[in-house]
T-cell receptor, first 114, second 111 residues
């Protein structure tokens, strides 16, 4: 049982390049989330989805876009990467009733923008 | 808006010492509270969670937390830490359909 899988695990981008981070879960969870983790700032919510075909903005959505075309996948896109987007990105999922039961996290993507 | 505060940013302990990490939340109504642990280089894992009922919650690896409604607190405790407890610890509160995380406490345990 894989749980939540994130690809890629590491990536280095040049300023202005674009990329997509993929999150896949095999637990049939309704809710999926993208967070970024920065030193001293904890985890901050970028975007989330409460079901297939839905997306919503979190605390720090600027510079990112998301899509949830299939229930099991949640994609995070950076259209024009900036050094401020250097971070560790975590995807998480949760079954119904929102986050009542907490999250299952992926192993993270370490992104460096130079 | 719901928020979480972790006032201990960095804690250093020797093995066998007792641990208490502070967590305070802002909302006064019904809350769901969580503690997650992140070992070096790994993702976050659930330690324990509080929904309702007994305010003393026991989690994995000997950790426990006490929900004190009057103090808006959910502090994490362990009577005797081990070197393997070295990690970052995050408190979180549920805000409708998402979790709000604190800034984390880095725990270093020395043999």
């Amino acid at each position: 049982n894989a749980g939540v899988t994130q690809t890629p695990k590491f990536r280095v981008l040049k300023t202005g390049q674009s990329m997509t981070l993929l999150c896949a879960q095999d637990m049939n969870h309704e809710y999926m989330y993208w967070y970024r983790q920065d030193p001293g700032m904890g985890l901050r919510l970028i975007h989330y989805s409460v079901g297939e075909g839905t997306t919503a903005k979190g605390e720090v959505p600027d510079g990112y876009n998301v899509s949830r075309l299939k229930k099991q996948n949640f994609l995070l896109g950076l259209e024009s990467a900036a050094p401020s987007q250097t971070s560790v990105y975590f995807c998480a999922s949760s079954p119904g009733q929102g986050a009542y039961y907490g999250y299952t996290f992926g192993s993270g993507t370490r992104l460096t923008v130079v | 808006a719901q928020s979480v505060s972790q006032h201990n940013h960095h804690v250093i302990l020797s093995e066998a010492a007792s641990l208490e990490l502070g967590c305070n939340y802002s909302y006064g109504g019904t809350v769901n509270l969580f503690w997650y642990v992140q070992y070096p280089g790994q993702h976050l894992q659930l330690l324990l969670k509080y929904f309702s009922g007994d305010p003393l919650v026991k989690g994995i690896k000997g950790f426990e937390a006490e929900f004190i409604k009057s103090k808006f607190s959910f502090n994490l405790r362990k009577p005797s830490v081990q070197w393997s407890d070295t990690a970052e610890y995050f408190c979180a509160v549920r805000n409708t359909d998402k979790l709000i995380f604190g800034t984390g406490t880095r725990l270093q345990v020395f043999p």
